[in-house]
């Protein structure tokens, strides 16, 4: 990586005090991790569309399919200066080029699951997105988006870092002139990746780049992006992994000698029985690809789909 991923985010997780409390919500792993590969956009919907710091305490209210965002004591209705924003920064957004956005959980304006919708009784019976996050995500519907809550569940964490960037590179090869040459050698690079998500996908698309030539390049592309995209949303597990661990194993076959497989499968055994973390089969698999000098290994993103100082394969 030449330059930060640019990813939004709601002001309130990097420290700012726009909270209806006058606070904020500072989250050390958004700030000291991920800030050292991602370039933040920070994004208030509530400040930026005109409210002030303290304010009354709001939530979604009516119409599951349309709520409105109204004070909880006041009963101020600030549905159509929100929706007003979100049309505004919608459009400014689209200059920025973000590779996913990271939302505060439980905001009636940012919250992207199970935020609660009220009845006039003031009964909650239903759930919906924020009003920002809802508009966000049908203005890029491409774009990884998740909750700050949801990063301490490591498996959603691990695979929501692991798509921002795969789409970031998707969007590399968009940006560089995309040729169907091109287009051949990224899904080379990304194949063992994509079995270790989905084996379906994975076959379709090999069958779309198959079939490239005879594609007009635009169908082609955004094709290739909507399973890409759709492959990566489901969990590469275990035994997925296993099975890409096996696939790289046979590799050696010919070169390891018996002891080294033996202790290889161990390893892997190891690894499925949920003993020993991913990093440890894979530490011994790219010693052994770096050997023996296997060009078509050595250039795949499984190795490393994302920074290994972030640890993200070091959990059991």
């Known amino acids: 990586m030449n330059s930060k991923i640019k990813v939004g985010v709601s002001s309130c997780l990097l420290g700012n005090k726009v909270r209806y409390d006058g606070g904020h919500k500072q989250d050390r792993y958004i700030i000291d991790i991920l800030g050292y590969y991602f370039d933040f956009v920070p994004v208030c919907p509530e400040v930026e569309c005109g409210l002030p710091v303290p304010r009354e305490a709001m939530h979604l209210e ?29 459009r400014e957004l689209e200059q920025e080029n973000l590779s996913a956005f990271i939302f505060k959980s439980k905001s009636p304006s940012s919250g992207l699951h199970r935020i609660k919708i009220y009845n006039s009784s003031g009964f909650s019976g239903n759930t919906g997105r924020g009003l920002f996050a809802d508009a966000f995500v049908k203005a890029f519907p491409s774009v990884p988006v998740e909750e700050e809550g949801r990063l301490h569940d490591i498996p959603l964490r691990e695979n929501f870092i692991e ?14 002139e995309p040729s169907y040459k091109n287009l051949i050698h990224f899904h080379a690079r990304h194949k063992l990746q994509l079995m270790a998500h989905s084996t379906r996908h994975l076959s379709v698309m090999g069958k779309l780049v198959a079939n490239g030539k005879n594609i007009a390049s635009l169908e082609l592309y955004e094709n290739y992006q909507d399973n890409l995209l759709e492959a990566l949303k489901l969990k590469a597990t275990v035994k997925k992994n296993v099975n890409v661990l096996q696939h790289i194993m046979g590799y050696f076959k010919k070169v390891i000698s018996s002891d080294e497989k033996s202790e290889l499968l161990e390893l892997i055994d190891s690894y499925a029985a949920g003993y020993t973390p991913l990093i440890v089969p894979l530490t011994i698999l790219k010693h052994y690809i770096r050997k023996y000098s296997i060009d078509y290994l050595e250039n795949q993103t499984y190795l490393e789909p994302h920074p290994s100082e972030l640890m993200l394969r070091n959990h059991v």
């Open 62 to 90: 009516g119409d599951p399919e349309a709520p409105r965002l109204i004070t909880i004591r006041s009963k101020v209705d600030y549905t159509d200066q929100m929706n007003s924003f979100c049309k505004r920064k919608i």
């Open 163 to 176: 798509r921002i960037f795969c789409f970031y590179r998707w969007k590399l090869f968009m940006q560089q």
